[in-house]
């Protein structure tokens, strides 16, 4: 079954511009994460960060979640940014872990990113496990706390879930969300459009140049018989 689930992960992931790694993760690095943040990271997510080094999509992604989500369009949708991949640097997943570790509920996994600081997580235990979350964070506890607003009996990041949303019920399911927003479906096929519509116009004005100048050479033939 989890094969499966991975070809259909590989074949959606490349139409949407999702390019796989040359050189895999080492399967040890993430059994070290695992133990320092005693967590077990599930199968099918397991195989997607072997996979790819680069969250990154080639176009403009979006998603619709299950849940309302205050900051989603009128149809619930939402963008993309990218996936946090097991690599170094600011994006990478194992910062992330290290950076919202006490920012949100032991028992969900921060696993992508839009372009405004919030993120998607996966639920790794408890009622939470195997679904995928909208964290919003600009209404985290954190922030709360820094303007002394009423935490409602809150005394631990654990209990505090009013900035979640689910998105999906796993992690397959977030994948197959996932789609090219309209406006860069609508700009990848005006531009093979134009493309080939210049390509079209050009072949066609070096026709009636050509046709033009063999006229013209045609005329002046003549011209010189007549004389």
Not at 198 to 205: H, N
Not at 220 to 226: C, G, I, L, V, Y
């Amino acid at each position: 079954m989890t094969e499966l689930l991975v070809t259909e992960m590989i074949e959606r992931l490349a139409k949407l511009g999702f390019t796989q790694s040359e050189e895999k993760i080492d399967e040890k690095r993430l059994k070290k994460l695992e133990k320092h943040y005693k967590l077990s990271i599930p199968e099918l997510y397991r195989h997607f960060l072997l996979l790819y080094e680069n969250g990154s999509p080639e176009y403009d992604i979006q998603y619709r979640a299950i849940e309302s989500v205050p900051r989603a369009d009128k149809d619930n949708m939402l963008s993309f940014g990218s996936f946090l991949v097991a690599v170094d640097g600011s994006d990478s997943l194992e910062q992330h872990m290290k950076d919202y570790y006490e920012r949100m509920p032991s028992s969900l996994l921060p696993i992508a990113a839009d372009l405004t600081g919030n993120l998607i997580c996966m639920g790794l235990s408890g009622a939470a496990e195997g679904r995928i979350y909208y964290w919003d964070h600009e209404n985290e506890l954190a922030a709360k706390i820094m303007l002394q607003m009423d935490l409602k009996g809150i005394t631990s990041i654990d209990d505090y879930w009013e900035n979640l949303y689910v998105v999906a019920d796993s992690f397959m399911d977030f994948i197959r969300s996932l789609r090219m927003e309209e406006a860069a479906e609508i700009k990848k096929v005006s531009a093979v459009i134009v493309r080939e519509s210049m390509r079209e116009g050009f072949i066609e004005s070096m026709k009636l140049a050509r046709e033009k100048l063999e006229a013209e050479e045609k005329k002046k033939k003549e011209k010189r018989k007549s004389k």
